[in-house]
Each structure stands twice: as C-alpha cells, then as structure tokens.
C-alpha cells in the first residue's frame, strides 16, 4: 500500500473508480484489470466488450491497427489473439509517448522496416521505392508485401486502411492454414517459405500470444479509443494508457517487436 502515497494525483483518480468496482482481495494489487473494459456479455470473448468499428469514432493512430485486428479476429474466428501477435511481431512498435501498439504506418522495403508519422509519408515512401524499381514491400499493419499480393488492394490508401489491412491478414492466414493443414505452418508461411525464416518468425509470434495474453487489458482499452468524439487522447486518458502500457512493458513476456527505423 506505500506505493500508493507516491502515485501522481491524476493517476489517483484514474484509479479510484475503478478500484471501488473491485474485491476486497484485488485492493492494492497493480493490475491492468482494474483499468480494462466493462465485461463481456457472458460466453463470448473479452473482447467483445469493445463497440463494433461502425460505433466507434475516428482513432489516433496508435488504436486504430489494434481495433482492426481485434474486428478482423472476431470476423474470421481467430481465437486466442494470434493475428494480435502476429502484428506485433510484424509492426510493433513502443511510441515516444510510452504506448505499446501496432503501428498503422510501418514499411519494409529491402529488409528495412520504418515507422511514419502518417498515411501520406508513408505512401509517398513506397512510391518513391517504386519509382527506384523496387517491388518487394511490406506496408500496414499485418505488412502485407505488394510484391506476392498484388491484387490485396485496389490502391496504396486502401493497402494502409488498418481494417483492410487487418481483414486481408485474417483471410490469408486462413487461406494457408486451409492449404497446408497446420496452424503452425500457416504462421510460418505468413512470413517466408523458407523453413529456418518461417520457424524464426513462429517462434516469435509465439512469444508475442503471451504477452498479448497478459496484456489484454490495456490492449482493449486502447483499442477503445478516446471517450470524445475527436481523434485525439485527453491528457488523463494519454496518463492512464502511458501507467497501463509501463505495467506490461517490462514483464517476463515483454513484446517481440521488429527492428524498425523512425
């Protein structure tokens, strides 16, 4: 309890509504729990507490790969978060404000990923690696290559839209799993044909789904976005998320992230 004394007042009050809703037993204990979403209508999923992406306002760019993903995970059956994971491991990224995320506008281009701070940066990156005559290219949040699925998107703003982006994934992968008859190569496969990459890149996903089990409820809460109709987090709200994403920063299954440039 003497950590309570030191907390921030702002962090306080984050902490306090939610604290009242708990047991006696959680009292004290540091938990994402405390700060995550209403529960789920029984039988289904946690993360079927979030609204439908047609209920949900615009989002900052760190929600919106992740409330993609959770959409196109509910729409294909995927179970126990794997394309979560997967898009960690794929576009992962901690932002300079602290917040864990998958992050809508990374690119690989030769080996190389980036992070951009926006659609058009980014858009603007591949078509100047285009014009070089380059074709092997991840973009968005699942990175999708350009090269091998050129008829994924009708044009580079609709390859960046995360909920395009995420629920082509979600159909791939399920092509592969279909196609081979083992979740576990269809994961590998996601990434390289080549045995040695694609076992790598498994392993890591692997890595990945126990975090995002761990992490859940700070992931749901950022994927909920702002409680106010712009696009843009409230200093409490950015407090809130910044305390939650430093609670799983560090822990034994700490993110598997890509080793991207800014």
């Known amino acids: 309890m003497g950590r309570l004394r030191i907390l921030p007042a702002a962090l306080l009050a984050l902490w306090a509504p939610a604290a009242a809703a708990a047991s006696a037993s959680q009292i004290g204990i540091w938990t994402p729990a405390l700060y995550a979403l209403p529960p789920a209508p029984p039988g289904r999923p946690p993360s079927a507490a979030l609204p439908p992406a ?33 898009g960690f491991t794929e576009a992962g990224r901690r932002t300079e404000r602290g917040l864990f995320t ?16 926006g659609r058009a940066d980014a858009i603007a990156f591949v078509r100047d690696e285009q014009r ?20 994924a998107f009708p044009d580079l703003d609709t390859a960046f839209d995360p909920v395009a982006n995420a629920r082509y994934a979600a159909s791939f992968l399920g ?33 990945n789904r126990r975090w995002v089990a761990g992490a859940l409820g700070y992931l749901e809460t950022l994927a909920a976005g702002p409680r106010t109709a712009a696009p843009v987090w409230t200093k409490a709200e950015l407090g809130q998320l910044a305390f939650l994403s430093g609670l799983v920063a560090d822990g034994p299954a700490r993110p598997l992230l890509p080793d991207a440039r800014p």
């Not at 760019?61 to 997967?86: F, K, N, S, V």
């Not at 998958?102 to 701070?117: A, L």
Request: with cysteine; glycine share 8%.
């Open 175 to 207: 092509a592969l799993q279909r196609d081979h008859g083992s979740l576990d190569t269809a994961i590998a496969r996601y990434h390289s044909a080549r045995s040695e990459l694609g076992t790598a890149y498994r392993e890591r996903v692997t890595g």
């Open 54 to 86: 047609d209920r949900r306002g615009p989002l900052p760019p760190e929600a919106q790969c992740i409330a993609a993903i959770l959409d196109a995970e509910r729409a294909a059956g995927i179970t126990d978060h794997l394309l979560l994971a997967m």
């Open 102 to 117: 998958v992050w809508p506008w990374t690119v690989n281009s030769e080996g190389r990923s980036r992070y951009f701070t």
């Open 132 to 151: 070089r005559g380059v074709r092997s290219i991840d973009v968005g949040c699942l990175q999708i290559n350009l090269k091998w699925h050129p008829d």
